[in-house]
C-alpha cells in the first residue's frame, strides 16, 4: 500500500537505536529540545511527532522511526528530559524547510513486509530463546509479557530492549523491513548469545569447584601432617631438600644466614600460598651463583698477546692495557698479595670509536687471552633502573639484574662482562640504568655490590668490566669518570687492507664456501675497495664488499667458470659495482668562499665543507644553514665578527669588506645531517676571507680548530680520526691547533707521512698558506 509522506523534524541519536513500540526516556540537549519544539510548533501538520534515526560517522541514516512526545520533564538529578514513544519505521527523504531550530526531512511510512506463515514460526522460535534468556537472568516479570506476544513484526521489535544487541545490529534491525528476515537474523544472534552463556556458565562452575577442590585438599594435608606427627612419621615434604642443599652449598655465612632464614619461612608456609614460589625461585636463583667459583688467570704474558694478536689487527692501546693488567695479577701472586676478592682488583675499560673497529668482539678475545669466561649484556635500548639493579621480591614475575644473571650464567665470580653500547642506554619513568651503573663500574665499591633481588652483597671486584660506546656525549660524567677510556678511532688504508687479507677475506671464503685454490683476491683490489668503495673508519662496510664479490665468483663458478679466479683491481666494477667515493675537495674549492674542514661523527671521523656566499643588500646578516646546532651557529658568529672586525690586519682592502657589510649565507653541507661543536670555527674563518677577497682555498689543505674573537685558535677533540679522515679524502696538508701537539703521538706513522700538520696559534697563520695567492692587486694576509 503506497504511504503518504510527511514532514517531520528528525532527531539523530548517537548512543541508541529505536524500534517501533519501544517507549524510551531520552535526556534533553541542545539538538533534542531542538527537534521537538519545532514538532510542537508544527500545529496540524505534525502535532507532537517527530523523526528519530541513529546518528551514522560516514552518511545520514535511512531509516527512522516515527515517534510521539507522551511528556516532558526532568530527571530526578533535575536535568530535562523527555518520554517517546516509537510508532513505525519510516525512509527518511530530502530536507525541507520547517519552523524552528531543527532539520526537518521528508518522512515515508514504511509497512511490514512478509508476514508469512514462516515468519510466524520464526516469531515462535525467537519467543523461546528471548525467554530462555530472560530466565538466565531471573527476569520473571518481563518473561510473562514476552508470553502473551503474538504478533511476528512486534515481537521481532522487541529486541530493541536486548542489551546483548550491538547498536549496529539493531540498526540492521531498523533497516530491514522483511519481518521474516529480522527474526531470521535474530534466532541466529540470540543463539550464539545463550552458547556464549552456556560456556561461561561451565567456565565459572569448573572455577568454583576448583577452589573448593584446592580448599578440600588443603584441610586434607594440613590434618595429613598432624596425624603423621602425633605418629612421629615426619615425612619430607621438599622443603627438608632445601635445608639440606643451604648447609651443604659453598657460601659465604652471610649467604648462608640469610637463605636459612628463607628456608624457615618456606616451611612456615602453606604449600598453596603464592609466597612460596618465591621463596623457591629466590632460593634457587641464591644457590646457582658461583660464590667461590673463580678461574685461574693465564700468566704466561706472550701466549696472552699472541691470542689478541690472532684474533685482532693493530688496537695496540687496549691490549696493551690487558697485558698491564695481566702483568700485576701475576707480580701480586708471585709475591704472595691478594690475587682475587680484593677491593679494586678488578678493573673496568671503556672502548669508545665508531661501528665497525672491532670493539664488541675484542671482549670475547680478552676472555680468551685471560683464560677466563665471557658473557656480554647488551645495553642498547634499556630504559628500567630494575635491567641492571634488579626487582623487588615483592613483584609478580620478578628477577635478578642483568650484572647477576651475567655472573649466574658465566659460572665464575671473575667473568669478562661486555657492556655492550654503554652509551645507548636511555631513561624514562622507571629510573635511569646508567645511574644504577655507577655502582657496578666503581672499582671502590662494587666489592659490596646489593641487588634489589638478592638484597645480598655480591663482589664484583674480581669481575673485568669492558664497555664499549660510540660517542661519549651521551654518557653522564659521573659513569664516565669510572672508567678507563680507551679509543679506539679507527684504521688506516693499509690497516684496512691488512685486516681484509688476514681476517676478512678468509672468513668470507669460507662463508661462500670457496677454496683458496679457487678464487684469490689481490692486496691492490682490497686497497682500491677500502679507498674508493668505503669511506668508514671501520671495516664493517668493506666485508660486505668482500662478501658480495665471493657470492659473484660463486656463482660464475657454478655456471662452469674456470678455476682459479683472480678478484684484481679492474674486476670489481662487475663484482661490485663502481666506485662510490673520489677525491673530490679540488673540486669544491674551485670557487671562493669554500674551505675544506675536518668533524668527528658517530660513525668516525669526516670531512665538510664550509660555504660562504654574499647575497646583494645593505643590511648586514647572517644566514646559517646545513642543520646547524647553538655551538656551531656561535662559531660562524664569531668568525665574521672576526673577519669585520680586524678586515686591516688580514689585508682586506674596500672591496673585500664591502663584499662581507651586507647578507651573508653560511652553508654546512649535507643538510640532512645534524651538525654542532666549535672546531669549525677556522674553517668558517678561512672560507668567509676567501669570499672577501677572491681567493680560493686550495684544494690539498683540510684545516680544524676553535677559533675566538681575538683570532686564538683553541684546541679540540678528535684530533685522531679527523686525520684519519683527511688521509681518506686525499687531503695533503692540515692544520691544528699548536695545544694539540701532544695528540698528535696517537696518530699511526703512515697518517703523519702521509700529511703535511701545522700546528698553529692564530688564525691569520692558517690564512697566510692555506689560500691562493691572490691573481693582481688583492689582499695579503700575513701571519702574526
Known amino acids: 500500500m503506497t504511504q503518504t509522506s510527511q514532514r517531520l523534524p528528525v532527531l539523530f541519536l548517537s548512543d541508541g537505536v529505536l524500534l517501533p513500540g519501544m517507549v524510551v526516556p531520552i535526556e534533553l540537549d541542545e539538538a533534542a529540545q531542538a527537534a521537538i519544539d519545532a514538532a510542537r510548533a508544527a500545529g496540524d501538520e505534525g502535532g507532537d511527532r517527530l523523526l528519530v534515526a541513529p546518528r551514522l560517522e560516514d552518511r545520514y541514516a ?80 518481563i518473561v510473562d509479557q514476552v508470553v502473551a506476544l503474538t504478533d511476528p513484526s512486534v515481537i521481532a521489535d522487541t529486541a530493541g530492549y536486548a542489551p546483548y544487541l550491538s547498536v549496529d545490529r539493531k540498526r540492521e534491525l531498523l533497516e530491514t523491513p522483511s519481518v521474516q528476515r529480522r527474526l531470521e537474523l535474530l ?100 644457590l646457582d651463583l658461583p660464590w667461590h667459583v673463580r678461574t685461574v688467570d693465564t700468566t704466561d704474558i706472550a701466549s696472552a698477546r699472541a691470542v689478541l694478536d690472532a684474533d685482532h689487527y693493530g688496537l695496540d692501546d687496549v691490549k696493551d692495557r690487558i697485558i698491564e693488567h695481566l702483568a700485576v695479577r701475576a707480580r701480586r701472586g708471585e709475591r704472595g698479595l691478594e690475587v682475587v676478592g680484593g677491593r679494586g682488583s678488578g678493573a ?56 647477576v644473571r651475567a655472573i649466574k650464567e658465566a659460572g665464575s665470580m671473575n667473568p669478562v662482562v661486555l657492556l655492550d653500547e654503554v652509551d645507548k642506554v636511555g631513561s624514562d619513568y622507571r629510573g635511569d640504568p646508567a645511574a644504577a651503573l655507577l655502582e657496578v663500574l666503581d672499582p671502590a665499591q662494587n666489592h659490596t655490590f646489593r641487588d634489589h633481588y638478592l638484597e645480598l652483597d655480591l663482589d664484583l671486584s674480581d669481575v673485568l668490566f669492558i664497555a664499549t660506546a660510540n660517542v661519549l656525549e651521551t654518557i653522564p660524567p659521573a659513569l664516565l669518570d669510572r672508567m678507563e677510556l680507551v679509543g679506539i678511532d679507527g684504521y688506516t688504508e693499509e690497516d684496512k687492507v691488512a685486516i681484509a687479507r688476514d681476517f676478512l677475506v678468509p672468513r668470507q671464503r669460507e662463508r661462500a664456501a670457496l677454496g683458496e685454490d679457487e678464487v684469490t ?128 690586519e688580514l689585508g682586506l682592502d674596500a672591496d673585500a669588506l664591502a663584499r662581507l657589510s651586507g647578507p651573508i649565507h653560511l652553508h654546512v653541507p649535507a643538510g640532512a645531517v645534524p651538525k654542532d661543536g666549535p672546531s669549525a670555527g677556522v674553517t668558517m674563518t678561512t672560507a668567509l676571507v676567501s669570499l672577501a677577497t677572491g681567493r680560493t682555498v686550495r684544494g690539498e689543505v683540510g684545516m680544524t680548530g676553535e677559533v675566538s674573537l681575538t683570532g686564538r685558535v683553541l684546541p679540540i677533540g678528535g684530533v685522531k680520526q679527523k686525520l684519519l679522515a683527511a688521509q681518506r679524502a686525499g687531503l695533503t696538508e692540515v692544520f691544528l691547533p699548536a695545544r694539540n701537539g701532544p695528540d698528535l703521538d696517537d696518530v ?25 695567492p691572490a691573481a693582481s692587486g688583492g689582499g695579503v694576509v700575513t701571519a702574526a
Open 748 to 772: 699511526p706513522a703512515e697518517v703523519l707521512e702521509a700529511l703535511t700538520v701545522h700546528l698553529v696559534g692564530d688564525v691569520r697563520e692558517i690564512l697566510a698558506t692555506a689560500l691562493e
Open 187 to 286: 534466532v541466529d544472534w540470540t543463539q550464539t548469545y545463550l552458547a556464549e552463556l552456556e560456556v561461561n556458565e561451565k567456565i565459572s562452575e569448573d572455577v568454583r569447584d576448583s577452589v573448593e577442590k584446592g580448599q578440600r585438599e588443603f584441610l586434607l594435608r594440613q590434618q595429613l601432617a598432624a596425624i603423621r606427627k602425633e605418629l612421629g612419621e615426619g615425612e619430607p615434604d621438599g622443603t627438608d631438600d632445601y635445608r639440606t642443599r643451604v648447609e651443604t652449598a659453598d657460601v659465604p655465612d652471610d649467604v648462608r644466614t640469610a637463605l636459612l632464614r628463607e628456608v624457615d619461612r618456606l616451611e612456615r608456609a602453606s604449600d598453596q600460598s603464592p609466597e612460596s614460589s618465591y621463596i623457591r625461585t629466590w632460593l634457587d636463583t641464591v
Open 521 to 648: 683476491i689481490t692486496d691492490e683490489a682490497l686497497r682500491e675497495l677500502a679507498a674508493n668503495h668505503t669511506r668508514e673508519a671501520g671495516v664493517r662496510q668493506l666485508e660486505r664488499l668482500v662478501a658480495k664479490a665471493f657470492r659473484k665468483v660463486a656463482t660464475r663458478l657454478a655456471s662452469g667458470a674456470e678455476t682459479p679466479v683472480v678478484v684484481d683491481r679492474p674486476a670489481l666494477q662487475a663484482l661490485v659495482g663502481r666506485a662510490r667515493f673520489t677525491p673530490e675537495a679540488h673540486e669544491r674549492t674551485s670557487v671562493p668562499g669554500v674551505a675544506t674542514g675536518l668533524a668527528v661523527t658517530g660513525l668516525g671521523g669526516d670531512v665538510l665543507w664550509i660555504e660562504a656566499s654574499a647575497q646583494p643588500g645593505d643590511s648586514p646578516r647572517l644566514d646559517l644553514t646545513g642543520q646547524l646546532g647553538d655551538v656551531m651557529k656561535e662559531s660562524a658568529h664569531i668568525a665574521l665578527t672576526y673577519v669585520r672586525s680586524h678586515a686591516g
Open 348 to 403: 673496568v675499560v671503556l672502548l669508545a670509536g665508531p661501528p665497525g673497529v672491532g670493539k664488541t668482539s675484542l671482549g670475547e678475545s680478552v676472555a680468551r687471552s685471560l683464560g677466563r669466561t665471557f658473557v656480554r649484556v647488551a645495553l642498547g635500548g634499556v630504559r628500567d633502573e630494575a635491567e641492571i639493579r634488579g626487582h623487588r621480591r615483592t613483584y609478580v614475575g620478578a628477577l635478578p639484574g642483568r650484572v
Open 62 to 141: 535511512s531509516y527512522g522511526v516515527v515517534v510521539t512526545v507522551e511528556k516532558v520533564g526532568r530527571f530526578r538529578g533535575g536535568s530535562p528530559a523527555a518520554v517517546l514513544r516509537a510508532a513505525g519505521r519510516a525512509r527518511i527523504g530530502s530536507g525541507v524547510t520547517g519552523p524552528g531550530a531543527a532539520l526537518w526531512v521528508e518522512a515515508t511510512p514504511v509497512d511490514d513486509e512478509d508476514l508469512t506463515e514462516r515468519a510466524h514460526e520464526l516469531a515462535a522460535d525467537y519467543k523461546k530463546l528471548v525467554v530462555a534468556v530472560l530466565q538466565k537472568r531471573e527476569a520473571w516479570q
